[in-house]
Structure formats: structure tokens, C-alpha cells
């Protein structure tokens, strides 16, 4: 069995050089996981905290379904709590503090264990140039695959 992937953070690659990807968890609720299995995720303007030696993901929104018990219903853009090994978070803020990186998630995926797991990234921002650089070289990529394809 391989991973499902639920969403994926196109925009991150737009805006961000991504130097080191992990895989952590998320603690979420019971609700929340029913919402995730039907893709009712979106991670397109979310970012990642270190707040007293904690992660927390903020801004992901998880479209709660209609069969939620109605006294039930959580905040669907609350911060969520990232599980990771403290060696990786102390590492992590040292850089994101010296080196003015950022942590972005990339992707939300159900892994072989059938648990919800969140890619993270440690990125540097892109400049205006950067960004069309690597949309340049992205079209040359394509046009070069579609010459091959046709010989």
C-alpha cells in the first residue's frame, strides 16, 4: 500500500526555495480526519510556528462535513499542533532564527499506517527573478519533453 495524498501546496514551490523537507504528525479530531479522507482540505496560505518549543500549522482550513454533530464543530482554521522529536524542532528554530528561513508545509498525505501526516519544509523566500527563472526553466523542460515525445 503507498501513500493517499490529500493536498498539496503548489504556491510553496512558487515562493519558496525548499532546502529540507520532514514528515510530521498532526493532531487532529475526530471530525476533522472524516473531513481529510473526503480531501476537504486546502493549504494554500498556511505556515508553520514555533511557539515555546511547540510546532503549530496555522491558516490550513478543514471543510468540516454536514454530518458533524451541530454542538460539535471546531474552528476550521484553528492552529494545529505538529507531533515532531524535539531534536528536529530545536534544529529547525535554530535555523528559521539565524538564517531568516521559513517553515512551509508542503503536502498532507495518509502514509502506509493509514495516519494523517503533514510534509514540512524549511524554504527560503524567492525574489521576483528567482520566480521567473524557474518558470522559464520549467517551459523549456516541457517543450524540450514534448520535442522527444514526438520523435
Known sequence: ??????ARNKKAFHEYEILEK???????????VKS???G????KDSYVRII??????????IT?????????????????????HRKQIDKWLGKVK??????????????????????IALAKGKTAHDKRETLKKK???REARAAMKNY
Open 1 to 6: 500500500m503507498s501513500i493517499k495524498i490529500v
Open 22 to 32: 520532514l514528515e510530521a504528525g498532526i493532531e487532529l479530531l475526530g471530525s476533522e
Open 36 to 38: 481529510l479522507r473526503m
Open 40 to 43: 476537504r482540505v486546502n493549504l
Open 52 to 61: 515555546k518549543g511547540e510546532a503549530w500549522v496555522f491558516g490550513m482550513h
Open 64 to 84: 468540516l462535513l454536514q454530518s458533524t454533530n451541530p454542538h460539535y464543530k471546531p474552528d476550521e482554521k484553528r492552529p494545529r499542533k505538529l507531533l515532531l
Open 98 to 119: 539565524q538564517e531568516g528561513l521559513t517553515i512551509v508545509p508542503l503536502m498532507l498525505y495518509f502514509n502506509e499506517r493509514n495516519r494523517a501526516k503533514l510534509q
Open 139 to 141: 517551459m523549456a523542460d
